[in-house]
């Protein structure tokens, strides 16, 4: 029996930084395919030195842009992944044994992430295993979400793998708050104005957010980045609320 087909459908900009290790880590499928909303930086040109094939199409949000990029492969699987992950050896072993044996009934396959962060592994805080479903059968999936959560929805049975996706989230410290900036104005920008009870709910979000992640999640557990993730984490909640409050009494 042949092997099935495989593809590797990829968002990505201004990621010449990142983009390599996945790349690399690729070499086990049968197509790449990058969908690149404008990059200013040397992200295509890298992509296409390596082999990728790259399609341009401007920003539409999340799940939009990540269902165009599955649209664009042509083998019988699509693995869908962000520019900064990679494959581990492990998971593409198994990837590939997995769909040389899939029976017709099954259309996807989840598996854990692990991210590193400040130079750590990170496996508490809630961080890990992070479960995402990404394999699917073509056809069989598409993707939905809003702003800010973006899923893959497959019609018909899911298997869960043990190997993990490796997961470089953020470049350091700054590039997380500017990502948890952009991503409480998105959250406000989409709520409703809220009242002065702002301050209630945001303190005490935050405190339970501090101690859900450093404490019941074990993220102690992980040094340092594990503090600076539970303090991060508790900010970016109150944040939420706080630019929610923000947009009733400043913005009309």
């Not at 990058?34 to 399609?55: F, L, N, P, W």
């Not at 470049?171 to 406000?188: L, P």
């Not at 939420?240 to 009309?252: L, M, P, Q």
Request: charged letters at 25%; aromatic letters at 10%; proline letters at 3%.
């Amino acid at each position: 029996m042949e092997n099935p087909t495989i593809s590797i459908a990829v968002i990505a900009k201004n990621e010449a930084d990142r983009i390599v290790c996945l790349l690399k880590s690729a070499a086990f499928a049968d197509e790449v395919v990058v969908v690149d909303s404008g990059s200013t930086d040397k992200t295509t040109d890298i992509c296409e030195q390596m082999g990728a094939r790259v399609v341009f199409n401007a920003w539409p949000g999340y799940a939009a842009q990540k269902q165009f990029a599955m649209e664009q492969t042509t083998s019988e699987w699509v693995l869908n992944l962000d520019a900064d992950e990679e494959i581990s050896e492990d998971l593409a072993e198994e990837i590939r044994n997995v769909v040389r044996n899939a029976g017709p009934d099954v259309h996807g396959f989840s598996m854990p992430r692990l991210s590193r962060y400040l130079g750590r592994w990170i496996r508490h805080g809630g961080w890990y295993p992070d479960v995402k479903l990404r394999l699917v059968r073509r056809g069989s999936g598409r993707w939905s979400g809003d702003a800010l959560h973006e899923r893959l929805i497959v019609k018909g049975k899911t298997k869960r793998l043990s190997a993990a996706i490796l997961h470089h989230v953020y470049r350091g410290i700054s590039d997380q708050v500017a990502t948890i900036n952009r991503f409480s104005d998105i959250y406000a920008a989409e709520r409703a104005p809220a009242g002065g009870g702002f301050v209630l709910a945001g303190v005490g979000h935050a405190l339970v957010k501090i101690f859900e992640c450093y404490v019941w999640k074990l993220g102690v557990l992980d040094g340092i980045p594990g503090l600076i993730i539970a303090m991060n984490s508790a900010w970016y909640v109150f944040l939420k609320h706080a630019k929610t409050w923000e947009s009733a009494f400043y913005k009309k």
